[in-house]
């Protein structure tokens, strides 16, 4: 629920920015495209900050705990937007919820891996990002059915709703046992994997966990992570995949979907008889199908097939997008489908894959002892590019043009399909010493010795 709270926010910006940077503006005065840009970008300032400082706190208090805190920034950020309309107001409201919004990407998938079975450990990871599609879609729909302040107490009942939840819920069996509190445990693995606390199953994962443990000290140590040379080539592939995500644009394009979609229907010929919110839905549904595509494929499929496949589908479609503004710029016309079309691919795609997969790799590729240090890096890099990205995409599609800029993604994302074949080795249903035999190089070695034998 804090990613569908952080959904919701991201995509706030698209059916609002009409509004708020018109005569009917709730604001006192009209926004101008300065203010949105630091509307839609200032949540990514303060996320990265969160990230550390919740990095810190799910280890030393629980993930628990940490969670049920992200929920209160989120809520102070919603009721300061209906309190306030005054552009700092809800600069800084968004700048509340990118805190609150930093921790609950930094928790959530490690409470969730934690809490998994091997068996759907993929599913349940990419859930995470099907929640954030489902704020995309709540409040790309909300905001084109509801008036402002009705969606905004809406949207507030969300961190709400999820604090009163989550206190009746238990914190990780792999915290608790790292607490001491084996027995604990026990009863909430128990509990997740509906048998009694007592089956041999249920003793065998917690002495797994004493023994991953023992063998290890929890604490946010990035000097333990460059220490380890395999664990930081893993860190770097983890990292490089993560970015190709920020970067093959599709964030962008939901911020700022109903304008894309404005931008594109200037041209009377290339009307589809929707409106651009209407067509932001459309985006939003396309999405969230992805997601939902991405739970049941990703523990069939592999992490690294999927991945492949759908960046080079998000390549392609926003190389079409690219030239479909390009002939706009030259007075060719194509169908105002076209653009809906790649765009949809496009989502489709990040949702399916490209949003998904590299959180669960992430948290696959490392120990219980640098899993916490590696997520809070990555998020922090990764959340800090986002702010970058939104910052300069609407200077860089004045500079350079929205066919330029769609081809900058698109050459990311192909790119992206050699490096995960290249260098990413599969983590599904694998030990981290195989992952990291992999990425030393030793299975391909091994083989080439058993061949010639």
């Known amino acids: 629920m804090p990613i569908v709270a952080y959904g919701s926010a991201m995509g706030w910006i698209s059916p609002n920015k009409a509004l708020l940077m018109g005569d009917s503006s709730p604001a006192p005065f009209p926004l101008n495209?300065?203010?949105?840009?630091?509307?839609?970008?200032?949540?990514?300032?303060?996320?990265?900050?969160?990230?550390?400082?919740?990095?810190?706190?799910?280890?030393?208090?629980?993930?628990?705990?940490?969670?049920?805190?992200?929920?209160?920034?989120?809520?102070?950020?919603?009721?300061?937007?209906?309190?306030?309309?005054?552009?700092?107001?809800?600069?800084?409201?968004?700048?509340?919820?990118?805190?609150?919004?930093?921790?609950?990407?930094?928790?959530?998938?490690?409470?969730?891996?934690?809490?998994?079975?091997?068996?759907?450990?993929?599913?349940?990871?990419?859930?995470?990002?099907?929640?954030?599609?489902?704020?995309?879609?709540?409040?790309?729909?909300?905001?084109?059915?509801?008036?402002?302040?009705?969606v905004l107490w809406i949207l507030l009942a969300v961190p709400l709703i999820h604090f009163c939840i989550l206190l009746r819920l238990p914190d990780s069996?792999?915290?608790?046992?790292?607490?001491?509190?084996?027995?604990?445990?026990?009863?909430?693995?128990?509990?997740?994997?509906?048998?009694?606390?007592?089956?041999?199953?249920?003793?065998?994962?917690?002495?797994?966990l004493v023994i991953e443990q023992t063998t290890s000290e929890l604490k946010f140590s990035p000097k333990l992570l460059?220490?380890?040379?395999?664990?930081?080539?893993?860190?770097?592939?983890?990292?490089?995949?993560?970015?190709?995500?920020?970067?093959?644009?599709?964030?962008?394009?939901?911020?700022?979907?109903?304008?894309i979609f404005a931008e594109a229907g200037k041209d009377p010929g290339s009307s589809v008889g929707l409106s651009p919110n209407k067509q932001s839905i459309l985006l939003a549904l396309v999405q969230i199908i992805g997601s939902f595509l991405a739970c049941q494929l990703v523990d069939r499929v592999g992490r690294k097939p999927l991945l492949a496949v759908t960046s080079a589908a998000a390549g392609f479609s926003m190389c079409l997008l690219g030239v479909w503004f390009y002939l706009q710029t030259v007075e060719v016309h194509m169908p105002g489908w076209v653009p809906i079309l790649a765009l949809c691919v496009s989502i489709f795609a990040d949702a399916s894959g490209l949003q998904p997969l590299p959180f669960v790799i992430m948290t696959e590729m490392f120990s219980f002892q640098l899993?916490?240090?590696?997520?809070?890096?990555?998020?922090?890099?990764?959340?800090?590019?986002?702010?970058?990205?939104?910052?300069?995409?609407?200077?860089?599609?004045?500079?350079?043009?929205?066919?330029?800029?769609?081809?900058?993604?698109?050459?990311?994302?192909?790119?992206?399909?050699?490096?995960?074949?290249?260098?990413?080795p599969e983590t599904k249903m694998r030990s981290l010493e195989d992952i990291y035999s992999d990425l030393e190089g030793k299975r391909n070695h091994a083989n080439k010795t058993d061949a010639a034998g």
């Open 33 to 150: 495209e300065e203010d949105v840009s630091w509307m839609a970008s200032i949540m990514f300032i303060f996320a990265p900050i969160a990230v550390f400082i919740y990095g810190m706190a799910t280890d030393k208090f629980g993930r628990k705990n940490a969670l049920l805190c992200a929920s209160i920034p989120i809520s102070l950020g919603w009721a300061v937007k209906l309190i306030c309309t005054h552009p700092i107001a809800l600069i800084g409201a968004r700048a509340l919820i990118g805190f609150g919004s930093g921790g609950g990407f930094v928790v959530c998938p490690l409470y969730v891996k934690e809490i998994s079975d091997d068996s759907i450990r993929g599913m349940t990871g990419t859930f995470v990002i099907f929640s954030q599609t489902a704020g995309n879609l709540l409040v790309f729909i909300l905001g084109d059915l509801l008036p402002y302040n009705m």
């Open 226 to 259: 460059f220490a380890n040379k395999t664990a930081m080539k893993a860190f770097w592939v983890a990292l490089i995949v993560n970015l190709a995500r920020e970067f093959c644009g599709c964030i962008a394009v939901l911020v700022y979907a109903s304008h």
């Open 173 to 208: 069996p792999s915290y608790l046992v790292k607490s001491g509190r084996n027995e604990e445990a026990a009863k909430v693995l128990g509990w997740l994997r509906s048998v009694p606390d007592t089956d041999p199953s249920i003793c065998n994962a917690v002495d797994r």
């Open 371 to 424: 899993r916490g240090t590696v997520a809070t890096l990555i998020m922090a890099i990764s959340l800090g590019t986002d702010f970058a990205l939104l910052m300069l995409f609407t200077p860089l599609n004045n500079w350079i043009g929205y066919h330029s800029t769609f081809w900058l993604f698109s050459a990311v994302c192909l790119t992206n399909v050699f490096y995960l074949i290249l260098c990413v």
